[in-house]
């Protein structure tokens, strides 16, 4: 069984790109990145393309989703965070959103949501997010 995940990049802003997630093809929060920067580590965006996923708990981030093969790039996640100030070259979810930011409280619910979908889905190894639209 497999556990698709599906950022749709929808809105660019000089200071951030604006998606919305879909788990199981099915619509489930907003996402946050940094505007495209040359794929520069930490201050950029990633390329569109598909990654392989695998989970992680460790740290103070809790539960996330860390990519596989990203070019040039380690450590990509999607994870919990407010601000753009708070990501370095991750992705950020949340429930509703601001200009550059995800309005206080609601990234914690969406992780939790993408988290109960991905436990829906019988906890799968096969993790597989795609990303479309921007740069």
């Given at each position: 069984m497999a556990f698709p995940i599906w950022i749709n990049r929808v809105y660019r802003h000089p200071e951030a790109i604006v998606?919305?997630?879909?788990?199981?093809?099915?619509?489930?929060?907003y996402s946050l990145e940094l505007p495209w920067r040359?794929?520069?580590?930490?201050?950029?965006?990633?390329?569109?393309g598909s990654?392989?996923?695998?989970?992680?708990?460790?740290?103070d981030k809790g539960w996330r989703i860390e990519l596989a093969s990203v070019p040039k790039r380690t450590h990509v996640q999607l994870h919990v965070g407010n601000y753009t100030t708070d990501i370095l070259g991750c992705i950020l979810l949340g429930m509703?959103?601001?200009?550059?930011?995800i309005k206080g409280g609601?990234?914690?619910?969406?992780?939790l949501l993408l988290k109960q979908a991905y436990e829906d889905?019988?906890?799968?190894?096969d993790i597989t997010v795609r990303i479309t639209g921007y740069p």
């Open positions: 998606g919305r997630l879909y788990a199981n093809d099915n619509p489930l929060c040359d794929n520069a580590n930490n201050i950029s965006c990633i390329p569109v990654y392989n996923g695998t989970i992680r708990t460790d740290g509703e959103l601001g200009l550059n930011e609601t990234s914690n619910p969406a992780r889905a019988q906890s799968p190894s």
